[in-house]
Nanobody, 123 residues
Framework: QVQLVESGGGSVQAGGSLRLSCAASGIIATGIAWFRQAPGKEREGIAV????????FYADSGKGGFTISNDNAKGTVYLQMNKLKPEDTAMYYC??????????????????WGKGTQVTVSS
């Protein structure tokens, strides 16, 4: 059964940290990415990891405070989020597909999506 399940979201104060997890099963994917979508805003790619090499890319919004990593043995990709700001409040999704270096932040290239985990950052 193909499945992506996110966890680790919650409510934190500004400056706090969260670690999101994305557990993948039944999927063979060379790229797993984290996206987020805030109410009234477009979906935004935050970070991607190439699962074979560990190569990572970040959007500007993810640089500095966010780190993506993977544990292939566990089939899990993580997003460590530090120094959270109220503007980081959104639903966070992981997505899996073929790794595309130049197009990783475009959601249309991913075949599989999780249902999301909510992150709320209060000031």
């Amino acid at each position: 059964q193909v499945q992506l399940v996110e966890s680790g979201g919650g409510s934190v104060q500004a400056g706090g940290s969260l670690r999101l997890s994305c557990a993948a099963s039944g999927i063979i994917a060379t790229g797993i990415a984290w996206f987020r979508q805030a109410p009234g805003k477009e979906r935004e790619g935050i970070a991607v990891i190439e699962t074979n090499t560990g190569t990572t890319f970040y959007a500007d919004s993810g640089k500095g405070g966010f780190t993506i990593s993977n544990d292939n043995a566990k089939g899990t990709v993580y997003l460590q989020m530090n120094k959270l700001k109220p503007e980081d409040t959104a639903m966070y999704y992981c997505a899996a597909g073929r790794f595309l270096r130049g197009s990783w932040s475009q959601g249309k290239f991913y075949n599989y999506w999780g249902k999301g985990t909510q992150v709320t950052v209060s000031s």
